[in-house]
């Protein structure tokens, strides 16, 4: 068990709708990360959050959005949802202290289906 | 272009049999991790390689920094069913995320 929560563990929608995927981190880890795995794509890094703002972001979509609260969990928005978009979103959590590699803890993920 | 190049993708060997995954790059990174993923699963982290040349031993899995600090190797000694997954490597650039490989997918056969 990393630590890392993350809920819903599976959802299914259909193509145009709105989900919301949540994620708590580890326990005293100030930075979460989002992933997209696609078996074609491997994991694709999508946004970082850093203590409530926003760190960097890779390859997400403007469909998508994420936002990290005052106690650390954070949110993934995934909306006008299309078939494409059907992977496994995983969510990490690192101290990420200055000066240390940031080693990512990484939750059970949630396997998202559209149909 | 993929910054982190693993190979080979599949790799399917015997119980027992020695085998060596690679991650090669032409970036140098400040630090390079190994996870492994079960199906389904998140990946988990194994290892961490900070110092050119490094070798780290986690019981029968052996770890190698490259001296330019632009490459990994990963060798796993009489590997056993429980070592089936897929093996990613991670690359850390300064403050930027971590960059992943596509993995390598390894089967062990009882």
């Known amino acids: 068990d990393s630590g890392v929560t993350q809920t819903p563990k599976h959802l299914i929608t259909a193509t145009g709708q709105r989900v919301t995927l949540r994620c708590s981190p580890r326990?005293?880890?100030?930075?979460v990360y989002w992933y997209q795995q696609s078996l074609d794509q491997g994991l694709q890094f999508l946004i970082q959050?850093?203590?409530?703002?926003?760190?960097a972001k890779g390859n997400i979509l403007e469909r998508f959005s994420a936002q990290q609260f005052p106690d650390l969990h954070s949110e993934l928005n995934l909306s006008s949802l299309e078939l494409g978009d059907s992977a496994l979103y995983f969510c990490?959590?690192?101290?990420?202290?200055?000066?240390?590699?940031?080693?990512?803890?990484f939750g059970p993920g949630t396997r998202l289906t559209v149909t | 272009t993929q910054l982190l190049e693993q190979s080979p993708q599949f790799l399917s060997i015997q119980e027992g049999e020695n085998l060596t995954v690679y991650c090669n790059s032409s970036?140098?990174?400040?630090?390079l991790q190994w996870y492994r993923q079960e199906p389904g699963e998140g990946p988990v982290l194994l290892v961490t390689v900070v110092t050119g040349g490094e070798v780290k031993k986690l019981k029968r899995l052996t770890f190698q920094f490259g001296d330019a600090r632009k490459d990994s190797s990963l060798h796993i000694t009489a590997a056993q069913p429980g070592d089936t997954g897929l093996y990613l490597c991670?690359?850390?650039?300064?403050?930027?995320?971590?960059?992943f490989g596509k993995g390598t997918r390894l089967s062990v056969i009882a």
């Open positions: 970036s140098v990174f400040s630090s």
């Open positions: 959050y850093y203590n409530g703002e926003e760190r």
């Open positions: 990490a959590s690192s101290v990420l202290s200055g000066g240390a590699p940031d080693e990512q803890y």
């Open positions: 326990s005293g880890d100030l930075s």
């Open positions: 991670a690359g850390e650039k300064g403050n930027t995320p971590l960059v």
